[in-house]
């Protein structure tokens, strides 16, 4: 069996990290939440107080800071999951937040901030055997990818999906809230100029609202032997 790189776009909180990190853990190949590094950028240009505000960015700051930032993913005692560590901090919890949420499409759409975090995917691509989700996986980080998928799922659907979560971390947010934000963050990433979120043209289609997660799970599996055995 040849190894592969899997890439998984979608909407945000459209179910696709879930399915990407259970295929890597049956297909026995690392995950990596690419959406979770642009999330731990914008929790550093919180704390660095780099997010101005009405929600506008120091830029320029911003950028030059870049270079002092290390993101990794590292399995910690009692989780299953690997967590995202910021500069040597486990900032899992912190980056999931309705506050880091709301003013990560911004800092998503700077195309310097892109442009590092997409090498930095890419290195972790190097040697295949990987699933990567996120929004520009399969269209600007890895173009060649052996595995494309493109997660759909309505705003409504996925916004219940991510109150739900939050609620269940004992977060108080209205469900109005949580449904702006996906609504807002879709705009952002869609229209942004750098790598906006589109559907790879070979990308394959999983249309979430109809699927319950066991028939997506065998429908990703059987894909993937699909492609990795053939
Ligand atoms: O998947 P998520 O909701 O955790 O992603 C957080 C944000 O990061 C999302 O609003 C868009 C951005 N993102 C991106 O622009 N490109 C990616 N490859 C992954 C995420």
Redesign the pocket.
């Known amino acids: 069996m040849k190894k592969i790189i899997v890439a998984i776009d979608g909407y945000?909180?459209s179910g696709k990290?879930t399915m990407a990190k259970q295929l890597a853990a049956e297909v026995g190949y690392a995950y990596v939440?690419?959406?979770?590094m642009?999330?731990a950028v914008t929790l550093y240009a919180m704390r660095r107080g780099l997010v101005n505000p009405d929600g506008s960015l120091l830029t320029d700051e911003l950028c030059a800071a870049l270079p002092d930032i290390r993101i990794e993913f590292r399995v910690v005692p009692g989780d299953a999951a690997s967590h995202t560590f910021l500069n040597g901090e486990d900032v899992e919890r912190e980056i999931r937040t309705l506050e880091v949420?709301s003013h990560?499409?911004p800092v998503?759409a700077v195309p310097q901030v892109r442009h590092a975090l997409t090498a930095m995917m890419q290195e972790y691509g190097k040697t295949k055997g990987i699933v990567m989700?996120?929004?520009?996986?399969g269209t600007t980080?890895f173009p060649d990818a052996e595995m494309k998928v493109f997660v759909d799922a309505s705003a409504e659907v996925r916004a219940q999906r991510r109150y739900k979560e939050l609620l269940a971390k004992g977060d108080e947010v209205s469900f109005e809230d949580v449904l702006r934000n996906v609504q807002e963050?879709d705009e952002i990433?869609r229209t942004r100029k750098e790598?906006p979120l589109r559907q790879a043209e070979d990308a394959l289609v999983l249309d979430n609202d109809n699927l319950t997660r066991e028939q997506q799970a065998a429908w990703l599996l059987e894909t993937f032997h699909r492609i990795a055995d053939a």
Not at 33 to 36: E, H, I, K, P, T
């Open positions: 945000s909180s990290s939440d690419s959406g979770a642009y999330r949420s990560v499409s998503a989700d996120g929004r520009d996986i980080v963050r990433d790598s």
